[in-house]
Antibody
Framework: QVQLQESGPGLVKPSETLSLTCTVS????????WTWIRQSPGKGLELIGY???????EYNPSLKSRATISVDTSNNQFSLKLRSVSAADTAVYYC?????????WGQGTLVTVSS | EIAMTQSPDTLSVSPGERVTLSCRAS??????LAWYQQKPGQAPRLLIH???TRATGVPARFSGGGSGTEFTLTISSLQSEDFAIYYC??????????FGQGTKVEIK
């Protein structure tokens, strides 16, 4: 069965770039859509965007073009970069497989934006 | 953007009771709706997609219904492991797909 695992720094300074990687096991990343979702107390669950079809992407307009999602098929991974972060970007970040609905999810990783 | 509103925010129930959670969309999402369960410290888990199709491994006591703008998630007989937060999510059109704010089901 497909499993996902997020990795990356847990602390990012304001104005810098948040970088996370999701490693997919148990299935080929070249199939399906793959997504990043975040959860914060203030904004609840928020879809950041998704990657599909060998690198095509769609993003939530609320991120104002700060997000980039990319895929590395050779390592069965996909990644998120979020630029110019602020305290409002502090959240638990999840990766998930997307078929319009999301299943399964990674366990999530807390990213705190603070100096 | 389609807004999803869940009600109530919190539901206090006893084990064995029947529970119905509501989710309303600000415009029609046909049956493009999913439900998730989230327990403390865990990622959300898919329960229902297509408004009424149970995901693999989800117990039959969970059922989803509705279409258009009004949806329900019913738990026929609440078990101890069902105390959690439940979220609805539409995927009718992009951008973006959005979640409701959640309904917490707590022990009475």
């Amino acid at each position: 069965q497909v499993q996902l695992q997020e990795s990356g720094p847990g602390l990012v300074k304001p104005s810098e770039t948040l970088s996370l990687t999701c490693t997919v096991s148990g299935g080929a990343i070249s199939s399906y859509y793959w997504t990043w979702i975040r959860q914060s107390p203030g904004k609840g669950l928020e879809l950041i965007g998704y990657v599909y079809n060998r690198g095509r992407t769609e993003y939530n307009p609320s991120l104002k073009s700060r997000a980039t999602i990319s895929v590395d098929t050779s390592n069965n991974q996909f990644s998120l970069k979020l630029r110019s972060v602020s305290a409002a970007d502090t959240a638990v970040y999840y990766c998930a497989r997307a078929r319009a609905w999301f299943d399964p999810w990674g366990q999530g990783t807390l990213v705190t934006v603070s100096s | 953007e389609i807004a999803m509103t869940q009600s109530p925010d919190t539901l206090s129930v006893s084990p064995g009771e029947r529970v119905t959670l509501s989710c309303r969309a600000s415009q029609s999402v046909t049956t493009n709706l999913a439900w998730y369960q989230q327990k403390p410290g865990q990622a959300p888990r898919l329960l229902i997609h297509g408004a009424s199709t149970r995901a693999t491994g989800v117990p039959a006591r969970f059922s989803g219904g509705g279409s258009g703008t009004e949806f329900t998630l019913t738990i026929s007989s609440l078990q101890s492991e069902d105390f959690a937060i439940y979220y609805c999510q539409h995927y009718n059109n992009w951008p973006p797909w959005t979640f409701g704010q959640g309904t917490k089901v707590e022990i009475k």
